[in-house]
C-alpha cells in the first residue's frame, strides 16, 4: 500500500513525499482509513511503530476542510502525558503539515501561564495538551471547546498509570458528544479498556503486534550490583571511558536523578538532570545544552525515555531498573540513533531479579552478563528471587519470592517454609532494602508473617507477628483474640541488648527491619 490510497490531502502527500517515506507502516495503513470514515478508535500500537502519523496525518485532512461552526477555539485536541511527547506530536504535526495553513499550540506544565494565556485567546486549530495543566485553563474557562471534532488520547495507559483518568475524563465531559475520540494506547484491556467504553462510541479495534526492536546495534550488557555504593563505584568507572560520548543515566525517582547528578558534577563531569519537576524552560535548555555538547552525561527519569532524540549518546546506564519492561525499551533506544552503535548497561540487584525476567520476556533477548575487574559483586544474582548467593556458604537469612520456601527458618513465600514458620502473602526473608528514594541495605530478616502467616508456639492472628531478638521480651496487646502480639498487624518493638518490656500497639502494614523488632502486618516484610 502506498499513502496515495488512504485518500490524504494532496499536500500533506506533498509533505510526506519531501520526508523520504514511500509506503505507510501497518499501524498508519489500518488506523488512517477508519479515521477519515469518521469513526471512534481504540489502537493498541507500541511506540516507535508509527503511530503518531497514524492520528496527525487525518487530523491534518480534516483541518484541510473549513469548519463549519464559527469561533477561535481547536478543533483538534491531542492529549499526552509528557511534554516531551506533546512536542513530539507538535513536530510532527509542523512536519506533516508545512504545506497547510493551521494553527497549532501546546499548553503544558511548567510554561508561564500569561504566555499560554495569550495562546489560547487566538486563533487555534490543533491543541496538543497534557491533562493537568489543560484542566487548570479549563476550569478557568479560558478555553473553548465549542467546535472541537477530534479528541486524540495518545499513549493512554501511561496517562492512566501517572493518574490522569480524572483529569481525562472531566476534559472529554467538556467537548462535544459529536466528537470524533480515537485512543492509542500500548494495551487495550484492564483500565484503559474500561476508559475506552466510557469515552468512545462503537469504536473500531486494531491492534498492531508491531515486531519488537530487537536493538541490533546496541550492545545490552547487565552488571549485578550489590549495593548502591557498588553501583556509585561502577558507574564512576563507566563514566570514566574515553569511548563514552554522551551518556544518558537513567535514575528511578526525580530525587534520586539530583542527588546522583550532584554527586557526577563534584567529579568534574559536565553533568545536567532532567525529571518533571523542572520546568519546560529548563528542559529545553538542558537538552539544548546535551544536543549541542555542552554537557556529556544526562542523569533522568523516564521524562526522557520516550520522544528524547541526542544523536550524539553513545551509552544509555540504567542506574535503576524501570517499573515496566517496556520502558526498558524505550530507555536504551536513547542510543544507537539513526542507525549507529551504541551501549546500554544495566545495574541489577537481587530485588531486580523478577524484573529482568520481564524485560528479557518481553524483549525476547538474553542480556548477557558483564563484571568489572576489580569491581566484582560479592554476591550473584539469583533469578529465582530470595537473598544473593555467595562463594562462601549459605546465609541464614533468605526467603523464597512469590512461591519459593524459605531457609533455616526463614519464612517463604505464598506457603512456603522451613521450621514451622508459614509464609506470607508474598513476604521475604531476603536481605531487603528500603524505599528506593534511599536504598541502603538493612541487616538481613530472619523471619515473616503476612496474610495469616503465624508462627511455631502463636495463635491465630490477621498478619500478627512476635519475635524476640538479643535476648529481649515484648508486652503483650490483648486485643484481636488475647494472645501475645496480637492486634491487627501488631507491633513490637525492643532494641537489642538488655531484655526490655514495651508495649505493643497496633499498626496496619509495617515492615520489620534489622535486629530491632518491628510490625507484622498485611503482608509484611520482616
Known sequence: MTFEELALNASILKAIAETGYTEPTPIQAQAIPEI??????????????????????????????????????????????????????????????????????????????????????????????TPGRLIDHLERGRIDFSRLEMLILDEADRMLDMGFVDDVERIAAATPKTR???????????????????????????????????????????????DVAHKNKMLSHLLTDTEVNQAIVFTATKRDADSLADQLSAQGHSVAALHG??????????????????VRILVATDVAARGLDVRGVSHVINFDLPKFAEDYVHRIGRTGRGGSSGIAISFASNRDAQMLKRIERYTEQTIKMHTIEGLEPKYKLRTGGGAPSSDRGPRRSGGGGFGGGGNRGNAGGFGGGNRGNAGGFGNSGAPHHTAPDSRHAHAPRRDSQGFGGQRTGSGPGFGNSQAVTGGQERGQDRSFGNTPSRGFGAQNRGTTGAPRRTGDRPSFGGNRGGNTGGNGGFGNNR
Open 180 to 226: 470524533q475520540t480515537l485512543l492509542f494506547s500500548a494495551t487495550l484491556d484492564g483500565v484503559v479498556g474500561n476508559l475506552a467504553s466510557r469515552l468512545l462510541k462503537t469504536p473500531k479495534r486494531i491492534s498492531v503486534s508491531a515486531a519488537k526492536d530487537k536493538h541490533e546495534n546496541i550492545e545490552q550488557r547487565m552488571m549485578f550490583a550489590d
Open 277 to 294: 519537576d523542572m520546568s519546560q524552560r529548563e528542559r529545553n535548555r538542558t537538552l539544548l545544552n546535551m544536543r549541542n555538547g555542552s
Open 36 to 129: 477519515i470514515a469518521g469513526n471512534d478508535l481504540m489502537a493498541s500500537a507500541q511506540t516507535g511503530s508509527g503511530k503518531t502519523a497514524a492520528f496527525i496525518l487525518p487530523a491534518l485532512n480534516r483541518l484541510a476542510t473549513p469548519s463549519a461552526l464559527p469561533g477561535k477555539g481547536p478543533r483538534v485536541l491531542v492529549l499526552t502525558p509528557t511534554r516531551e511527547l506533546a512536542q513530539q506530536v507538535c513536530d510532527a504535526a509542523t512536519k506533516y503539515g508545512k504545506n497547510m495553513r493551521f494553527k497549532i499550540i501546546s499548553i503544558l506544565g511548567g510554561m508561564p501561564y500569561p504566555v499560554q494565556n495569550r495562546m489560547l485567546s487566538g486563533q487555534v486549530d490543533i491543541l496538543v495538551a
